[in-house]
């Protein structure tokens, strides 16, 4: 199976909006906000794996600074391979080309966040070379 790991483009996010819904099962906005995202913010980096000329996976990444540290920080945000798609190296493609454009970047460390029940993303981030380290907690609907 020929897939081809290469950094998002407009015509990429109808794909990475209905995988990103099946993902998060939230409403992640329009389309059009995605575009302009994906045009616009210069600290999000975003890859997809193409399987003839469609979008079957994808991976975010945020880089950012602090006023706390001289270096770039940078965390992988999301990551999604179609259910026809998974098991096949996919996931770990899209980890490693992220990556690649991170140490580019000159950036000490990597975070990912995920969830304690994902089994199946904690298993990947280990066979990929991730340890834990941090714990994480969570707010939600903050008022």
């Not at 600290?43 to 990444?61: M, Q, S």
């Not at 000159?106 to 994902?118: C, D, F, Q, S, Y």
């Amino acid at each position: 199976m020929d897939i081809v790991i290469r950094k998002a483009q407009t015509q990429d996010v109808p794909y990475i909006h209905k995988m990103n819904l099946e993902l998060n099962d939230v409403d992640c906005g329009t389309i059009e906000l995605m575009q302009a995202s994906l045009e616009n913010n210069k600290g999000e980096l975003v890859f997809v794996a193409v399987h003839n000329e469609k979008a079957v996976g994808f991976i975010c990444g945020q880089l950012y600074s602090s006023i706390c540290y001289t270096r770039l920080q940078c965390e992988i945000t999301e990551l999604f391979v179609s259910e026809g798609y998974r098991r096949k190296g996919i996931a770990t493609k899209l980890i490693k080309r992220l990556e690649l454009e991170f140490i580019q970047n000159n950036v000490p460390e990597i975070i990912v966040k995920t969830g304690l029940n994902n089994l199946n993303a904690q298993k990947l981030y280990e066979n990929c070379g991730y340890v834990y380290k941090r714990m994480a907690y969570l707010k939600e609907r903050v008022r």
